[in-house]
């Protein structure tokens, strides 16, 4: 019997979607509900199941535009299993195992590497090989690097013609230029992501605000309570559960930043669901906290590192990212000191958080060192006044620099013990 196999459709409005990749080759037997194949549309990514078992014939190739619906493939459900390899014994199991510990061991020692031609490498120059420890590499990292690489013709042509000789030469200087092109089809997904950031430029009035964080505070809790705070939730404690807490605090106060624009009115939340951007293979996207106002710091963790998994895994669905009412960004985790974020329509105003840096600051009138974190808050100012904007900006800056307060709802606590 012959399965088709359709494309699904990953939700209204969309008519058609990218087949990014082939889980699975042409004539492979293929199991029940396995994962066979990926589609991109224009919000996220999603996975192709098969029906049945059976062998595999692909009739689209990666990379095509198709519409929903589409006969992608085909099961032959008559076809034989193969048969399956007989398991190893356990004991050359753990052999394996054993071996397994060993290489990581090395790896976490570079400084204590032999020379290169043990490792795999060619050749390793006494240069090389001390920036090398300095930084903490070992040279399989570098075999794992250049074996990723595209090799073009030149590395081909240079490789015939000096794989006779026997001096040793340097990559770097020997191998020559190339000044090849290769064109990359977008995906659907990045194809939308940009039409939405030129769209913010050109349909918002957008405008961003600064201000600087002291993050001594933050820091010297986390310092203390790291461990307590693992052992007791199984997961570690991050910046952001502060900074999204703190965000859905503000947002109580300035209701103004949690709101849209709809039409020739303004939709104001009684909620903050706060997205996250998250850096995923394919692209951006922003998977959102639901009620986070309602989270404690033990929650926010968990909720972000299940969400990023998902993303990095390329199973993050349309309704993990759908109706958000604020984002927050993280530059800071690729070292930017400074950025100015893009709105994340139809939202009215999204946070930027950087690198923390140790700078000198004024206090008590004199000078002192301290970590500090430069935060950007982006708005819309056809909705978000300036004044509104900038309080917002500073209420976050109070709470992380006194997150005690982050559990009276903004206020003081003696004030709020005394009722003031």
């Not at 990581?104 to 490792?119: H, L, M």
């Not at 957008?206 to 052992?231: C, D, G, H, P």
Request: proline share 4%; net charge negative; no cysteine.
């Amino acid at each position: 019997m012959i399965i088709e196999i359709k494309v699904p459709s990953p939700g209204e409005s969309i008519s058609e979607v990218q087949l990014a990749n082939w889980l699975a080759e042409n004539g492979e037997y293929v199991d029940k509900d396995q994962e066979i194949a990926e589609i991109d549309s224009d919000k996220a990514t999603l996975s192709i199941a098969s029906e049945e078992a059976g062998s595999l014939e692909i009739l689209v190739e990666a990379g095509e535009t198709i519409e929903v619906g589409t006969i992608v493939a085909k099961v032959d459900t008559s076809a034989k299993a193969p048969k399956k390899k007989k398991e190893e014994p356990k004991e050359s199991q753990a052999t394996e195992d054993t071996k397994t510990k060993e290489v990581i061991t090395e790896t976490e020692k570079p400084e204590k590497s032999n020379s290169g031609a043990e490792a795999g490498f060619a050749h390793v120059s006494p240069l090389a090989q001390k920036l090398m420890n300095d930084h903490k590499l070992d040279e399989s990292q570098l075999i794992r690097f250049f074996s990723n690489q595209r090799l073009s013709k030149k590395d081909v042509e240079y490789f015939l013609t000096n794989k006779d000789k026997s001096e040793k030469v340097t990559v770097s200087s020997q191998l020559p230029l190339s000044r090849e092109t290769e064109k990359l089809k977008m995906s659907t997904l990045r194809l939308k992501l940009a039409k939405r950031l030129v769209s913010v430029k050109n349909e918002t009035a957008m405008l961003t605000t600064f201000n600087e964080v002291n993050m001594s505070a933050i820091i010297n809790i986390r310092k203390q309570y790291k461990e307590i705070f693992k052992e007791k939730h199984g997961i570690g404690l991050g910046f952001m559960s502060f900074f999204t807490k703190a965000v859905a605090e503000a947002l109580i106060l300035y209701p103004q930043v949690n709101a849209q624009i709809d039409g020739e009115e303004i939709v104001q939340f009684k909620y903050a669901d706060i997205g996250i951007a998250v850096s995923a293979p394919k692209g951006l996207v922003v998977p959102v906290l639901r009620n986070a106002e309602g989270m404690s710091l033990a929650d926010i963790e968990r909720n972000i590192k299940n969400l990023a998994i998902k993303a990095r895994d390329n199973k993050i669905t349309l309704d993990d990212m759908t109706g958000g009412t604020f984002t927050i960004t993280n530059g800071g985790v690729f070292g930017s000191m400074l950025s100015t974020p893009i709105i994340n329509p139809p939202q009215s105003a999204i946070l930027g958080m950087h690198n923390i840096v140790e700078r000198p600051i004024a206090v008590d009138g004199k000078v002192e060192i301290h970590p500090m974190m430069y935060v950007a808050l982006s708005y819309d100012h056809r909705i978000i006044d300036g004044k509104d904007s900038v309080g917002f900006l500073v209420k976050i800056k109070e709470l992380i620099e006194n997150p005690s307060k982050m559990l009276f709802s903004g206020q003081d606590p003696i004030q709020a013990l005394l009722d003031l």
